[in-house]
């Protein structure tokens, strides 16, 4: 194996923040992309968790969490000081502690929310009302720093703003209206509109087990 693979769906936030991670500390895998409702046996063989994304590192192990996937990103970037940077060792809990939140309370509202159809007996104008404390919170912070522990991003925005993005395309498809504040859409804005967007969302073909390999970054 001469590169990392990444079992990845492009539209996945939790695929996203792993790819940005990886983007952003100049990490070049191997990218599979694969259709969530055929997934190929090869990866059902390599997956535990039986989602994406999964890392295959090149001695075989196998890393099935995407911030598992950011922390391994920081430790091999060779950008110098990177852990340093976006993992500061004095907001390390603030940073973990809002990081649960959106992957639990946040991320479990946001599904029922945005899926309601999916599940038996939903209410979605609460989900909905359960979503809005987390993004208020977010905003509370962003309406003071420019990211959410000061003017520089940390592994807390690249772990989060993919499910804001997530919230927001929600709302809208639902016609919804002044559902984010401007702290909160102008540091959305900031990742969706950073000169590496159109790279981490690059549109790759579905990974079968002789297609010709595909790298992320693409270029």
């Known amino acids: 194996m001469t590169n990392d693979i990444l079992y990845s769906f492009r539209r996945c936030p ?3 923040r ?14 599979r992309e694969i259709d969530l409702k055929n997934k190929p046996l090869d990866f059902l063989n390599k997956s535990k968790t039986k989602t994406v994304p999964i890392l295959i590192k090149k001695d075989s192990e196998v890393i099935e969490e995407s911030l598992e996937i950011i922390l391994w990103a920081l430790s091999e970037s060779k950008r110098g000081d ?7 060792d004095n907001k390390k809990k603030d940073i973990f502690e809002i990081i649960n939140e959106n992957d639990n309370e946040f ?12 599940y038996h007996d939903i209410n979605e104008e609460f989900h909905f009302t359960n979503a809005i404390k ?67 969302m690059y549109k790759y073909e579905l990974w079968e087990p002789n297609s010709r ?4 970054p693409s270029n």
Do not use: M
């Open 14 to 16: 939790y695929a996203i």
């Open 18 to 31: 792993a790819r940005w991670a990886l983007l952003i500390c100049e990490i070049k895998v191997e990218i």
């Open 82 to 88: 990177i852990k340093l940077i976006y993992l500061p």
């Open 107 to 118: 991320k479990y509202h946001l599904d029922r929310f945005k899926y309601s159809t999916r």
């Open 134 to 200: 987390f993004i208020k919170r977010c905003n509370e912070l962003l309406a003071e720093n420019k990211y959410f522990f000061g003017d520089s991003p940390t592994i807390a925005d690249w772990s989060i703003w993919p499910f804001i993005r997530q919230f927001r395309i929600a709302c809208e498809s639902q016609k919804r209206t002044d559902y984010l504040e401007p702290s909160i859409k102008n540091w959305l804005d900031s990742f969706e509109n950073n000169g590496k967007f159109k790279s981490l």
């Open 213 to 216: 390999k595909n790298y992320f």
